[in-house]
């Protein structure tokens, strides 16, 4: 079954199955063409690491996978593992190491459950409840529906493109966990290393083609650390008008690739076999410190 538009409670599995470029996707390709190549013939297993974050969206949004702790002894959890009924399946230095934690990890996976130890259950409940009690967070998490998945086909290069929001209201809402600061400063380099900002202009650009609106695009965002503060950010309009020029730069290229059969590696604008490397601006100001300054 293809799909169109706006579509609610859509199962994520068969979101991920759906063809069309996604955020992930135009990162990959802005990356270079062979990036994306070779994301979507060799599929990434989900990461232990991810597991944290897609915990605290379950809590937060009340969708997506629960999570289940792994008997340690201390809680009522049991797991039934080779004719036993199991109270404890870590290790007795607490590692998920043991063939019966395997085999509770494959089950819960298996069942749609996130596997966690019972500190990390905790400190998910601990972000969840900063969340939800920031007043802005709060209330920008009051009215619309989580997990509105987007499919529509980009008029000006052709592109299939498709999208999944955290929350959808009277703005589009993005859960960011991080495991440095929430603060406007330090979330801002974890935001442009990761893309968040092409993800921000890739949505905004599918949910108006579907839509015709244009809605503000925001990032809350929770610290995986204690104390767990949360901030609410969105992306200046400068920085802003570059992301949308990048996204529309790796629609372009996906068309480009996509007609011609060829997904090349890295220079892919200027073409050069050679490139030249250019000192980052903060290697310029050091220079500019050391010399120029003491010239003076």
Not at 27 to 34: C, E, N, R, T
Not at 68 to 96: H, K, M, R, S
Not at 203 to 216: F, R, S, V
Not at 281 to 289: A, E, F, K, L, S
Request: aromatic content about 8%; charged content about 25%.
């Amino acid at each position: 079954m293809s799909y169109r538009g706006l579509v609610h409670r859509l199962d994520e599995a068969v979101y991920h199955r759906q063809p069309g470029l996604s955020s992930t996707g135009a990162k990959k390709i802005l990356k270079s063409p062979a990036h994306y190549d070779h994301y979507v013939k060799h599929r990434e297993e989900p990461k232990a690491e991810f597991d944290l974050g897609s915990a605290v969206h379950a809590k937060v949004l009340g969708v997506g996978a629960q999570i289940a702790v792994y008997p340690d002894g201390t809680g009522t959890e049991e797991f039934e593992y080779d004719g036993q009924v199991l109270t404890n399946v870590l290790a007795t230095n607490g590692a998920i190491s043991t063939k019966a934690a395997k085999a509770f990890e494959l089950d819960a996976r298996e069942n749609g459950l996130i596997p966690v130890k019972r500190v990390t259950a905790r400190v998910v409940d601990l972000m969840a409840e900063s969340v939800l009690s920031n007043p802005i967070a709060a209330k920008l998490l009051t009215d619309g529906r989580p997990e509105v998945s987007m499919f529509e086909t980009d008029p000006d290069t052709g592109v299939p493109m498709r999208g999944r929001i955290d929350w959808l209201g009277k703005r589009i809402i993005d859960l960011k966990t991080t495991a440095g600061d929430a603060s406007e400063n330090e979330f801002a380099i974890h935001a442009f290393r990761y893309g968040y900002d092409i993800q921000n202009a890739w949505y905004e650009h599918l949910h108006h083609l579907i839509t015709g609106e244009t809605l503000p695009y925001l990032f809350i965002v929770v610290e995986t650390t204690a104390p767990y503060l949360t901030a609410v950010h969105r992306l200046g309009e400068d920085e802003l008008l570059m992301a949308r020029r990048r996204a529309r730069e790796a629609r372009e290229r996906y068309a480009r690739c996509t007609e011609t059969g060829e997904w090349p590696g890295y220079n892919t604008r200027t073409g050069q076999p050679i490139g030249i490397l250019r000192a980052p601006v903060w290697n310029v100001n050091q220079y500019i410190d050391e010399f120029q300054g003491s010239a003076a």
